[in-house]
């Protein structure tokens, strides 16, 4: 079947240490895409690729960094610059649109970082 | 910035009451999508809606989108305890054709049984 898997599903570190957030799509879709939730918050975009070696920042980019080496692949680092990493991260990929719209999201299950 | 506010943040409701959550953007929106996400899961696709006063009906659920198309509505009728989750609508900045979304902060469902 094809998705989104994201790994790992929980994850602990210690304040100062970098952690990379693997995301993995069988898709075949272009873009692909991080948010960020935070609870009683809505989803916020940190970085999107809309195409592979190539990113763009979103609107909470800092302390974060991505690559997209490959389609499936859009892993992302959340590093020690980050001043308030704890947060459930979520990867999507979009289809192409649908007709006169946008296209719409396909999320994995997320990642839930704890920095202690 | 452009901006989506959904409200309200949270409700509860006795199973078989009706629900009802808004959504406006400070800009007019190309289309709007709605996502429903259960507890500790993650957001899915419910619908999206395009054009200027469109309704659309998933059994239970009505989804519009105001005339001029800044604003939309989600109303459940006779809600379930299936229906507990949060509730996204999303919307596309200018230009966008790739899904990049701004999301409202969602309304937080609970349906007592």
């Known amino acids: 079947d094809g998705g989104i898997t994201q790994s790992p599903k929980y994850l602990f570190r210690k304040e100062g240490q970098n952690v990379t957030l693997s995301c993995e799509q069988n898709l075949n879709h272009d873009a692909m895409y991080w948010y960020r939730q935070d609870p009683g918050q809505g989803l916020r975009l940190i970085y999107y690729?809309?195409?592979?070696?190539?990113?763009q920042k979103g609107d909470i980019a800092e302390g974060y960094s991505v690559s997209r080496e490959k389609k499936e692949s859009f892993p992302l680092t959340v590093t020690s610059a980050q001043k308030n990493p704890t947060a459930f991260y979520l990867c999507?990929?979009?289809?192409?649109?649908?007709?006169?719209?946008?296209?719409?999201?396909?999320f994995g299950e997320g990642s839930r970082l704890t920095v202690l | 910035g452009q901006q989506v506010m959904q409200i309200p943040q949270y409700q509860h409701v006795q199973e078989g009451e009706d629900f009802t959550t808004y959504c406006n953007s400070s800009?007019?929106?190309?289309?709007i999508q709605w996502y429903k996400q259960r507890p500790g899961g993650h957001p899915v696709f419910l619908i999206q809606l395009v054009k200027s006063g469109e309704v659309k009906k998933q059994k239970r659920l009505t989804f519009q989108f105001g005339e001029a198309k800044k604003n939309s509505s989600l109303h459940i009728t006779a809600t379930q305890t299936t229906d507990v989750g949060t509730y996204f609508c999303a919307g596309p900045n200018r230009g966008s054709t790739l899904g990049r979304l701004y999301f409202g902060r969602g309304t937080q469902l609970t349906v007592w049984p």
């Open positions: 800009t007019t929106l190309s289309n």
């Open positions: 999507a990929s979009t289809r192409p649109r649908l007709a006169g719209g946008t296209g719409e999201l396909f």
């Open positions: 690729s809309q195409i592979v070696n190539d990113f």
